[in-house]
């Protein structure tokens, strides 16, 4: 039988997304001198992983799973994993249009919905601005494993706030004019 959000304790909004950090060294701006163009050790490898994130603007909560691969499988694992954290809270996830997203093998769990974005409008999404807060940080590095790509993940990770993540995905379309308290 398929609960209804009224036999969950909480209701949370949460965007997600993913996102590939891979061992091709991500050049950026870095602060030179006026005319010095910026120099970094490069490498051009195409080894990569992807992180799976939610992240919610209404209390600052987040699920990030590292996974080897961006297809339903994966995106299952996740979905699988992040409905057991908090398992009395019903999640109201935003996503884009994904193909896999929408795979007709998705068991989607009784404590999970989605809302899709309007196709093609990547700007909606808060979790591209969480992407882009990493990418940044990830920006003029050299990594020579994934295993040090994923410790970098790890890092920046337990760097995240609750407060830096509404602050970041806290779009006003999201937020405004809900009443989210118990």
């Given at each position: 039988?398929l609960?209804t959000?009224?036999?969950?304790e909480?209701v949370?909004l949460y965007?997600?997304d993913e996102?590939?950090?891979g061992?091709?060294?991500?050049?950026?701006?870095a602060?030179?001198?006026?005319?010095?163009k910026?120099?970094c050790a490069?490498h051009?490898?195409?080894?990569s992983?992807?992180l799976?994130?939610?992240?919610?603007?209404?209390?600052?909560?987040s699920f990030?799973l590292?996974?080897?691969?961006c297809?339903?499988?994966?995106?299952?694992?996740?979905?699988?994993?992040?409905?057991?954290?908090?398992?009395?809270?019903?999640?109201?996830?935003?996503l884009?249009?994904?193909?896999f997203h929408?795979a007709?093998?998705?068991?989607?769990?009784?404590?999970?919905a989605f809302i899709f974005?309007?196709?093609?409008?990547p700007?909606l999404?808060?979790?591209?601005?969480?992407?882009a807060?990493f990418k940044?940080?990830?920006t003029n590095?050299?990594?020579?494993?994934l295993?040090?790509?994923s410790?970098f993940?790890?890092?920046?990770t337990?760097?995240?706030?609750?407060?830096?993540?509404?602050?970041?995905c806290?779009f006003?379309y999201?937020?405004s004019?809900?009443?989210?308290?118990k």
């Amino acid at each position: 039988m398929l609960q209804t959000p009224l036999c969950f304790e909480t209701v949370n909004l949460y965007f997600q997304d993913e996102s590939r950090f891979g061992l091709f060294t991500r050049n950026g701006k870095a602060l030179t001198a006026l005319g010095v163009k910026p120099i970094c050790a490069f490498h051009q490898v195409f080894k990569s992983l992807y992180l799976f994130g939610a992240f919610s603007p209404v209390n600052g909560d987040s699920f990030l799973l590292e996974m080897p691969f961006c297809n339903a499988d994966s995106f299952q694992l996740y979905l699988d994993e992040f409905s057991k954290q908090n398992p009395n809270e019903f999640k109201i996830i935003v996503l884009d249009n994904g193909a896999f997203h929408k795979a007709k093998a998705l068991k989607i769990p009784d404590n999970i919905a989605f809302i899709f974005l309007p196709p093609y409008s990547p700007e909606l999404n808060p979790a591209e601005n969480m992407w882009a807060r990493f990418k940044r940080s990830f920006t003029n590095k050299l990594f020579k494993t994934l295993d040090e790509v994923s410790d970098f993940i790890g890092e920046f990770t337990k760097k995240l706030t609750p407060q830096s993540i509404q602050t970041t995905c806290a779009f006003e379309y999201a937020v405004s004019g809900i009443n989210w308290t118990k």
